[in-house]
């Protein structure tokens, strides 16, 4: 049984049964008997039926937000974006379903085509730092592409994904075709890597076992697409807009109580704005409202977990140099945003991925130092640039190892543009106008036109 607690308050919310590897095989089963008939319908078929599941959320936004706020401990203004994200999510991959086009390729002596084949069923593994979207970023386009899912969420967050599961039956989509296993990542997440059935593995989480899934996958030589961690950076430049880049700073790793694979966590600055931009950023992170996550105005809420709450611990010494914001006190696994200053570049909180409300400052002398020290990590995930000189912002931009930047702000996430990690953030891209793309197989077929041959 999976325990599903609120970290708000630490009180069980439900317990849920863990699937078995029989479980996961009786699924796999289900599974590819739906995905037959539904690679099989006509694509307009399969458009309106994920339409129709992109609407069934939107009647449910709300629900799920609450549910959201109740098992993850998410704000209720980021739970509701999350629902509205799945929404959105369904709708962009129901728009591809008409538009996976093959190719004309020329060749002497006949037709050469390609043909975008659906994989089978995919086993999407996905995180408790954002159940939904993460969970609907694989879901949506490989259902568009024609495939069956199997979605295993996190131990501590399955209750929206079991939800989702109903939706998509309440919305019409056939038995079998999206199934939610919530279980253990050794139980019934390694039967899905495991499984012959199941062609391809979506995998969010940590760097760890992202690498142990790949290694298994190895073995049937099954697709794999990996998010993992991340350690950002965020490089202000001196002639930057300072008091935007400050006040932008807290909550690009604040957002989700830093539980975030693109949190900015490193915040950089050059030397000669350094002692004006922590001026300008110590009351930016005192005020932050941390909170009761239901409450309109919070803006960060508690970790997901006690062992969550032990880990960021673990990296913050109590007398450490920084700035110090506020949290509540009593039950619930809380601690307060924090910005530490004075540590070595290479001091264990500024090289590893901490996963709470923890970012370090450190300064830099010039252009070239900057990217030495963004460049300083086996991350590459996303990183954010202030300046004011475009051709700097453009430089910088190519120098910077990550899959995702943004210059002067700190957006990098968006269902339309294409999001995954570089090195050791990640293996292959999700979202973005070539999502449906990675759950297919690429068939070349020539038909000569010169009559059989004799
Ligand atoms: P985790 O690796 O512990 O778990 C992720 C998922 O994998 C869970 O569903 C878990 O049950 C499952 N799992 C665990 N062991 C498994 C195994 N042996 N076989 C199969 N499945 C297994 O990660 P987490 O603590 O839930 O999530 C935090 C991590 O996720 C952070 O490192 C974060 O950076 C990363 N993350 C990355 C992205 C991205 O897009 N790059 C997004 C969100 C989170």
């Given at each position: ?242 008091e935007a880049a400050a006040a932008a700073a807290p909550m690009s ?202």
């Amino acid at each position: 049984m999976l325990q599903v607690l609120n970290p708000a308050t630490e009180e069980t919310v439900a317990t849920v049964p863990a699937a078995t590897p029989a479980d996961v095989d009786a699924a796999v089963a289900r599974a590819a008997a739906a995905q037959r008939g539904w690679a099989a319908a006509a694509p307009a078929d399969r458009a309106r039926l994920l339409r129709r599941f992109a609407a069934v959320v939107d009647d449910h936004v709300e629900e799920l937000a609450r549910l959201e706020v109740t098992e993850a401990g998410h704000t209720i203004g980021n739970a509701r974006w999350e629902a509205g994200n799945v929404r959105d999510l369904l709708d962009f991959a129901a728009g591809g379903v008409e538009r996976l086009n093959g190719r004309q390729i020329p060749v002497a002596g006949g037709l050469d085509i390609t043909i975008l084949e659906p994989l089978g069923v995919v086993g999407v593994i996905a995180p408790w730092n954002f159940p939904m979207p993460i969970a609907a970023w694989a879901t949506a386009p490989a259902l568009a592409a024609g495939n069956a899912v199997i979605l295993k969420p996190a131990e501590a967050t399955p209750l929206t994904a079991l939800r989702l599961a109903e939706l998509a039956l309440e919305a019409g989509l056939p038995e079998g075709l999206f199934q939610v296993l919530p279980g253990t990542g050794p139980v019934a997440g390694n039967a899905l890597v495991e499984h012959p059935g199941i062609a391809k593995i979506v995998f969010t989480g940590s760097t760890g076992v992202g690498k142990s899934i790949m290694a298994k996958c190895a073995d049937q030589v099954k697709r794999v697409t990996l998010e993992l961690g991340g350690k950002s950076p965020n490089i202000v430049f001196a002639d930057a807009d300072l008091e935007a880049a400050a006040a932008a700073a807290p909550m690009s790793f604040l957002d989700n109580s830093g539980q975030d694979c693109c949190a900015r966590t490193r915040i950089l600055v050059q030397r000669g704005a350094y002692d004006r931009f922590l001026e300008l950023l110590t009351p930016a992170i005192e005020e932050i409202v941390v909170g009761d996550p239901a409450d309109e105005r919070t803006q960060m809420g508690p970790l997901i977990s006690r062992a969550q709450l032990d880990r960021v611990r673990s990296y913050v010494p109590e007398h450490a140099a920084g700035i110090r914001g506020k949290a509540p006190e009593g039950p619930g696994f809380w601690f307060p945003p924090t910005v530490l200053t004075g540590v070595p570049e290479d001091a264990r909180c500024a090289v590893e991925e901490i996963f709470g409300p923890v970012a370090v400052v450190l300064p830099f002398e010039d252009e070239a130092d900057a990217i030495r020290l963004a460049n300083a990590t086996e991350y590459g995930l996303s990183g954010s640039i202030w300046t004011r000189d475009v051709g700097r912002a453009l430089r910088a931009s190519r120098a910077v190892r990550a899959g995702n930047l943004s210059v002067n702000s700190h957006s990098s996430v968006r269902y339309w543009t294409p999001f995954g990690g570089y090195q050791q953030s990640g293996l292959g891209r999700e979202l973005g106008p070539d999502a449906l793309t990675a759950f297919t197989e690429t068939k070349n077929v020539f038909i000569s036109t010169e009559g059989p041959a004799l």
